[in-house]
């Protein structure tokens, strides 16, 4: 058996990434640059737009790819991974140019569309050989900064990259450099209920760290990570987008308290690692808008509109 099928897709995937991210950095720089927000500008507010145009781009694509929903269970699945390992929708003819255009998001896409770009064209000589389009490197970030530039959020508030846990380090050196103006601010999972357009932030290593602070001590270096979009929360039930999950862009319903705070994550699998609080348009001169909303229509199990709080029945 070659070390390939012993190695969970999932983690082939992160080696993939990290290897290609790897190729990216200078020959003669030793170590991964640390993303200090040292030299820069504070970041600027944002309309409530942005926010909203998050939400609508972020569930326009779970719509465009099948509108599947997932309950991650117990166990030690890997939360990138289609069931079973077989092909997922990802290889379709149809998701080349979805994937493309996440990839072409990030500044670390040259190489992964170039792969993709050859399969692509052999998929399409040979329809009937098995397709491993997007099959690697992982593509979950990119995904992320895909929406957040078509919400129209610049790259200075949020750093674009093919690794969660790189823009990661920029929303939290932003939160530590710039607490009144920073768009996003790290929070305790365990103490704070996700709101929409939040981002859900879990780690995928086989040693996740015990608290968002501790990534202080290795800020710059790869690890692999997931984060979710946050689309509707209430009292027993997150709902969030996210990429690259199941081979798709999916929506994931993750089990809460009666406050709407996370319950933690399945021994063995993905541990949480923060929730970033999306503060685009709550920031001066903008100010929430608490207005009471209309009970919100929806089929049975259902997801719910992007904004809205579903009922403790």
């Known amino acids: 058996m070659a070390l390939k099928d012993r190695v969970p897709k999932g983690w082939r995937r ?3 990434l990290a290897a290609l991210l790897l190729a990216l950095l200078p020959a003669a720089c030793a170590a991964p640059p640390p993303p200090a927000s040292a030299g820069l500008a504070p970041p600027l507010p944002y309309p409530p737009s942005a926010r909203e145009r998050m939400l609508r781009l972020a569930l326009a694509e779970w719509e465009e790819w099948g509108r599947i929903v997932v309950e991650p269970t117990a166990g030690p699945a ?3 991974d289609a069931p079973g390992g077989l092909p997922g929708p990802e290889s379709a003819a149809a998701s080349f140019p979805r ?6 998001a990030t500044e670390e896409g040259e190489a992964a569309i170039a792969r ?7 998929a399409l000589a040979d329809p009937g050989a098995p397709a491993s389009l997007w099959s690697e490197p992982a593509w979950s970030a990119a995904f992320i900064s895909y929406v957040m530039r078509g919400a129209g959020v610049d790259r200075r508030e949020f750093p674009p990259s093919a690794a969660h846990a790189f823009y990661i380090d920029g929303m939290m050196a932003d939160a530590r450099d710039f607490p009144a103006t920073a768009p996003f601010l790290p929070r305790d999972w365990t103490g704070y209920a996700p709101q929409p357009g939040d981002l859900l932030c879990a780690d995928r290593s086989r040693r996740p760290l015990a608290h968002w602070q501790a990534r202080w001590a290795e800020i710059g270096q790869f690890r692999p990570m997931h984060c979710d979009i946050v689309v509707a929360a209430g009292p027993g039930v997150v709902e969030a987008v996210g990429g690259n999950v199941a081979d798709a862009v999916t929506l994931s319903r993750f089990p809460a308290d009666a406050a ?3 319950l933690p994550r399945a021994a063995g699998g993905p541990a949480w690692f923060a929730v970033f609080e999306n503060r685009l348009g709550r920031l001066p001169p903008w100010q929430p808008q ?3 909303m209309a009970q919100p229509q929806m089929q049975p199990g259902g997801p719910l509109p992007p904004g809205t709080w579903r009922n403790a029945s």
């Open 290 to 292: 608490m207005q009471p």
């Open 260 to 262: 709407g705070r996370l």
């Open 99 to 104: 994937v493309l255009a996440y990839w072409r």
């Open 14 to 16: 992160h080696a993939g």
């Open 116 to 122: 993709n770009r050859a399969r692509y064209a052999n």
């Open 78 to 80: 890997l939360h990138e």
